[in-house]
């Protein structure tokens, strides 16, 4: 198995009716991984809390304030919820 990085759900946005965007982020929000994803397959599949990522999957955060609310929200996601949660 290849090594995995463990990024939390830091942000979902709805841009129409049928498609959500989720951005899960490494705790210290320094990366993260942006998804596109249909409202059909995530009625099916709800997002976790948490995922476990390759790291070359993942992409840098680009400046210091979206860092910092990436890792305030991961922060909150990791005291709140178990990674296998449904959010």
Known sequence: ?????????????????????????TPDGS?????QLSTALL??????AAKDVEPDRLEP??????????ATEAERMVDRHDPDDRV
């Open 61 to 70: 955060v680009a400046d210091e304030e979206t860092r910092t609310r990436y």
């Open 1 to 25: 198995m290849s090594e995995t990085v463990r990024c939390w759900l830091v942000e979902r946005d709805y841009y129409d009716e049928d498609l959500v965007t989720l951005v899960y982020a």
């Open 43 to 48: 009625s099916k599949k709800p997002p976790t």
């Open 31 to 35: 990366r993260h991984l942006t998804q």
